[in-house]
């Protein structure tokens, strides 16, 4: 069952148009999960052709990961492959490369993976997918 209600919203685009200074605008996160005030995961999606995360966006999901409160914090750069308008089933992305301890990290691993991986490394029972 999808967690999506209304799939006409999802299509709509936010323009930050007259909300920038410069090179300076509003940036969004794909997807954030948080446990219990204990754990927090920063997802970034990317179509799999696109050259990274910008840097503004990058030095954005750094500084929350480091400010934090306790080291369980983290950044995923996922890469998916869908094209048009469909929906993109997270769970079947891969995570490219993660920032964790002040480093961003290469990997190759499916979203469901690493998320169920941070949960047995972290001990966070509520972070297992099955």
Sequence with gaps: MSLIHNIDHIKQAIDFTGLQN???HPSDI???LEFDNEAVIFMELKYYKSHGIPTGQRLLLERLVDSWHTVKATALKIEHHQLG???ID?????VTSYYINGI???TDIMVKDA???LGHFWNISKLQFI
Excluded: F, K
Excluded at 90 to 94: D, G, I, K, N, T
């Design 22 to 24: 410069g090179s300076i």
């Design 30 to 32: 794909d997807a954030v």
């Design 85 to 87: 308008t469909e929906p």
């Design 90 to 94: 997270l769970s079947r992305c891969a």
């Design 104 to 106: 961003w990290i290469d």
């Design 115 to 117: 998320l169920n991986s």
